[in-house]
């Protein structure tokens, strides 16, 4: 992708804010569409083989669900796509998205042997999309036996709150144990972050609901949307009627500047623009034509990049650190800066500027470390902005689980650091209860990482459940061996 | 500057790099563009008797092909020249008038049959072409009507009809060798006691180059059907490599001048050959692959090599190595090595540890202090240099030889300086003296240097 404008002469127009329809159908048809094109059938088949089969490969070691990288690659290199697609889907049901979002220069990528060779890692991430979407293709037109199938019916019911990575990766393995699982989700559509937390241009062609249809056609899952925790269901209500549920809550605040934030049209949370743009059709996005982005991380990136690719003018990202506090990494900033975005380091908000009602600007600390602490300097500077996007993080709202439990031990879900406390399988202060993604304490808020919590708590729950450890309202009867489609996984 | 030039039984050519006898060489076209890019001297596609042989209008030829596609082999049906005789001996003396300086030596396939060479002998000899070489070696369709490989075969055969060649014509002789063969020192031997004046090796080897598994048909097929093609390139090299050894180093053709041919692609390949004995290479799959141009790089890598090394001519380097071929009784049981793997350009994909540990003889950890780390354990390590082969940074693992009195920690002993084989070992039942057994192994050493 190109970060060439194509902007209307109307641009010239002294009326200044956001504004949508800055570029014709062509600037934003090729602005957002795929940011990183698939390989070719012909550059996959190269590329696969530029792996070497490392023993105990360290890229497996590196990615947070464990795919067996090199066997999937050397089924790519010997013309097997649907291999290759079981050994990544086995390990990572959302393999497909995480094969567009991954950080995988820090992950997987970072760790191939071939950077110690040449510097030049094997592209997995674009060799993984390449073997799951052919799958996903396959499988969406009907052709092809599905790689996955459900277990002899339990009769165990799940209900799973919330349906990002974690609760889609957790409902996907639970549904394989034979569990009937109920997915919940606050919003209209199910995906969380993937739906509604990406640039649109790291998932150009709806993938994200491909990916889920995907994922649902196992069976077993039943979808409801537009039913949040707190407001149209509490948790008492679900462990009454379901044998476990799982927490995949994801961060649903926005962090606050820590200055004033009068309401000015032009001052928005960068997550909501991000998912207004997933939800629009770009061209009806307002965007002003000077951006200011404050924040580091992947959130500030995708904002940014997109604020540009919309056709605003000038495009900064201020972070309050320097260069090696970025949450974003190298790549991510790079690819903002290949995209026009100006990027500077130590200056925190000082204040939002505004006229009528619109904000026009921002005023900046400039700000330094001194023995470990960000100090203000003293020296300000401003920002003239017609729009200023907040990405400062998100955090977890703790809120709908509040409240103490009726059963079985009338204690709350117990918090470690702000977000829910789990042990390694994910498994909260409640016995019956499971958490993951996000809102679970001590992760890097990956996409793949809460895949991985999920799928995870999904192998954890099918075990307490097996082994009769949890209480349950009726006596129902589990079949005493484990189906042999399942085994590896339990062993995992 | 090195000089390629070269004198092959009496036959000179600018450089060592001949054409084999092949579809590359099938017409005054192909051939006049090879001496354009260069080419010391080609071998003119295999000539039969009128009226001329059909070839298939379909796949001829097939490869396999490394995993980047490159290709390591090639496969082909051809059968000789399908043109009238007139026509190729018109075409040969006119390219040989138009390039007096290369070699045009003319490849011969006709029946067992003392008349049918008699009448085209001097037909050959007519044309002006430099020397003959008498094709035994195809080994697909001539075969089936008992010429080619069925004749190379036979070492009588080849015998006879190497004695009609030398009766019949002036020509300088070489024998075309066929690998489809238990023991190439037989039909070896043969062209010697023939009179050839050299042989050359190897024609191609029985191949069928895969299966189409959708239609479940081998390939390539012709409407369904194939048959077995002659196989060549790369892949072929190291049959090819042994067995010019073997002739090089055989007292009974010692001497013979050997053509060396089969998967010559680089000036390496080329100097391999020629160390073990060739006195010229003949090359077809490489051009096949790329074009005729690569004789340049050929002949511009080996003159590099030969100046690096002090050597003023092809000659110098022909059979330097061939000494080294010896039988495996005679390699010296008292020397040990073991694998040594450079940390510091190791890149830790690990495949030494885990071929060692699955197929070998579990000499490499894969840990040290609970981190990543590769290092061979000299007390298990047999120095069998699998790891050195398959590791993929070339010169990370590297073998060293233990001095004499350094301790082996495999078997505990301190590393003899003598050289003693398996002739002398006491676990062989048929074991011969010590003295004996060095003496004949000094006089083996001696031959192979004559």
Redesign the interface.
Known sequence: MTNTQSQHTSDESPRSGPRAGRLDAAGYARNFCDAHPPLTPAQAR?ES?RC???????CITACPTGIDIPTFIQRI?QDNLRGAARAILEANPLGGMCARVCPTEVLCEQAC??N??EDKPVEIGLLQRHATDAHLSEQAAGSGAPLFTRAPSTGRRIAVVGAGPAGLACAHGLARRGHDVVLLDAKPKLGGLNEYGLATYKTAGDFAQREIDWLLSIGGIEPRCDQQLGRDFTLDALLADFDAVFLGLGLAGVNALGIETPPLEGLRAAVDFIAELRQSDPSRVPIGRRVVVIGGGMTAVDAAVQARLLGAEEVTMVYRRGPASLSASEVEVRWAQTNGVTVRHWAKPAAVLGEQGRVTGMRFAATAEQGGRLVETGETFTLAADMVLQAIGQSFVGDPIEEPLDAPVGASIARVGGRIGTDDDGRTSHPRVWAGGDCRHGGRDLTVEAVEHGKRAAVSIDAALRDGTLQTTAPVTIPASTPASLQEVHRG | MADLTSTFVGIKSPNPFWLASAPPTDKEINVTRAFEAGWGGVVWKTLGEDPAVVNVSGPRYATLMSQDRRVIGLNNIELITDRPLRTNLEEIARVKRAWPDRAMVVSLMVPVDEMAWKRILPMVEDTGADGIELNFGCPHGMSERGMGAAVGQVPEYIQRIAQWCKHYSRLPTIVKLTPNITDVRHPARAAKAGGADAVSLINTINSIMGVDLDRLTMLPSTDGWGSHGGYCGPAVKPIALNMVAEIARDPLTAGLPISGIGGVTTWRDAAEFIALGAGNVQVCTAAMVYGFKIVQDLCDGLSNYLDAHGMRSVEELRGRATPTVKDWKALNLNHVEKAVINQDSCIQCGRCHVVCEDTSHQAISATKDGRRHFEVKDEECVGCNLCVSICPVPDTITMRALRPGEIDKRTGLPVSGEYANWTTHPNNPGAVCASAASGAAATETLQGVA
Not at chain 1, 52 to 58: L, Q, V
């Open positions: 190269i083989e070497y089969y490392c023993f105990d490969a360290p290199a042997v071939r110690r060779h």
